[in-house]
């Protein structure tokens, strides 16, 4: 139990195009997920909090209008970055946290989406 | 900002021996928590341990934390190779509402 899948796994786009990573939590109801980017040998930085029905919370220095997450149902957060720039090239994780309060103290991580932007 | 540091930042071991992580951490929190990230993938959550709890088991995992010192240690007992990846603590404070990934340990198993 506990899944969370990513799409695309991998995406290769062109400078200035925008482009839609999907997280989606398989089996649970997920009130709250996350968005974190992580270079190359680096640690996860997370970017924002994005719950269900409301707007996402954003970490300091992340740009909201470059970075816009909609959280539309329990089971999908979706991740655009408009105007991709080659510095955007990452790999981005979700993850999801349960809706239920017995399994709320752990996040479970999607696989990630490796980003290069050309 | 980065809650944990981890340390060493690389560990290479002969399969069967054991390897020690160690992550130390600035503010209070309520758990902590230890992933593990194969290369170029997602992670994947390994064990938790409560601000109240000082030691937990898990297979041939066995964490320690110590509140007062603000740190824990992550225990691998008879390694293998299967072993080698990044592991990262990760700090949940302030209500849960989200965690804070230390910079990892890079750990290699040799055969």
């Known amino acids: 139990g506990a899944v969370v899948s990513q799409h695309p796994s991998r995406v290769i786009c062109k400078s200035g195009t925008s482009v839609k990573i999907e997280c989606r939590s398989l089996d649970f109801q997920a009130t709250t997920m996350f968005w974190y980017r992580q270079f190359p040998k680096q640690s996860l930085m997370l970017m924002a909090t994005s719950n269900e029905g409301s707007k996402a919370t954003y970490e300091q220095g992340v740009e909201k209008d470059k970075f816009l997450i909609n959280h539309a149902s329990l089971t999908l957060s979706t991740l655009t970055v408009t105007s991709a720039h080659p510095e955007d090239s990452s790999f981005y994780i979700c993850s999801a946290r349960a809706a239920t309060a017995v399994r709320q103290e752990t996040q479970y991580f999607g696989p990630g989406t490796r980003l290069l932007v050309l | 900002s980065q809650q944990g540091e981890e340390d060493p930042q690389a560990l290479s071991i002969q399969e069967g021996e054991n390897a020690t992580m160690n992550c130390s951490y600035k503010?209070?929190?309520?758990?902590l928590q230890w992933y593990r990230q194969n290369s170029g993938r997602g992670l994947v959550h390994l064990i938790l341990i409560r601000s109240n709890e000082r030691e937990k088991h898990s297979g041939r995992l066995r964490v320690t934390l110590d509140t007062s010192k603000k740190s824990s240690s992550l225990l691998i007992t008879a390694s293998r190779a299967a072993d080698t990846a990044s592991y990262f603590c990760a700090t949940n404070s302030g209500g849960y509402q989200k965690v804070t990934f230390g910079t990892g340990t890079k750990l290699q198993v040799i055969p």
């Open positions: 503010t209070s929190i309520n758990n």
